[in-house]
């Protein structure tokens, strides 16, 4: 496992997953966002956009997981 179960480590390990996420949230949602309140038809289609494409990534790693489960599926029969 790629990461080990010490409880030292764990307050570090969320810290550090935290300010990753911020920063990266940060970029990637707010800039833009704020950037586009001025127009806000442009700002509310900007968020639609995240949100749709949120959902197709979803959807793509679901059936990703299916194949694999039917692969799997299919060596144990066979």
Not at 6 to 13: H, I, S
Not at 47 to 71: H, N, T, Y
Request: proline fraction near 3%; charged fraction near 20%; charge should be positive.
């Amino acid at each position: 496992m790629l990461v080990d179960a010490d409880v030292a480590f764990l307050p570090q390990l969320y810290s550090c997953y935290g300010v990753l996420g911020g920063i990266g949230l940060g970029v990637g949602y707010i800039t833009p966002v704020s950037t586009l309140v001025k127009l806000s038809v442009f700002a509310g289609m900007f968020v639609v956009a995240l949100v749709i494409s949120l959902l197709v990534r979803l959807d793509i790693k679901k059936r990703k997981e299916e194949a694999k489960q039917r692969e799997k599926s299919v060596e144990l029969v066979s």
